[in-house]
């Protein structure tokens, strides 16, 4: 089973920024696809940012485009998601999720493809203030 531990959320100021980290259990040489995913209050989940581990495409919501940045340390297996310029609307719980590495390219629609991940970490919230 492959475990994802989240860590940097906080409470910032508009305008501030965050970095958050996932420590990724297990390394596959092939590669997954990766990615934070955040649930806003009364809202359900919505892909933020993703990136295919073994190379390719990082793709970016509309609304973080600019001002979030996704990376991915091979080295130590973490990902991270640089948040800049954050505003009170990316107030959420933030998570760090993968799918199984069982195909070469992140799967479905950046935005809406919750669905194609089979591990998630615990959530870590983000709250952004006036």
């Known amino acids: 089973q492959v475990q994802l531990v989240e860590s940097g959320g906080g409470s910032v100021q508009a305008g501030g920024s965050l970095r958050l980290s996932c420590s990724v259990s297990?390394?596959?040489?092939?590669?997954?696809?990766m990615a934070w995913i955040r649930q806003l209050p009364g809202s359900g989940r919505e892909g933020v940012a993703r990136l295919y581990s073994g190379g390719g495409n990082v793709e970016y919501a509309d609304s973080v485009k600019g001002r979030f940045t996704i990376s991915h340390d091979k080295s130590e297996n973490t990902l991270y998601l640089l948040m800049n310029s954050l505003k009170p609307e990316d107030t959420a719980t933030y998570y760090c999720?993968?799918?199984?590495?069982?195909?070469?390219?992140?799967?479905?629609?950046?935005?809406?493809?919750?669905?194609?991940?089979?591990?998630w970490g615990q959530g870590t919230q983000v709250t952004v203030s006036s």
């Open positions: 297990e390394y596959t040489r092939r590669g997954r696809c």
């Open positions: 999720a993968a799918d199984s590495g069982a195909y070469a390219y992140c799967r479905g629609d950046p935005e809406s493809s919750a669905y194609i991940y089979d591990y």
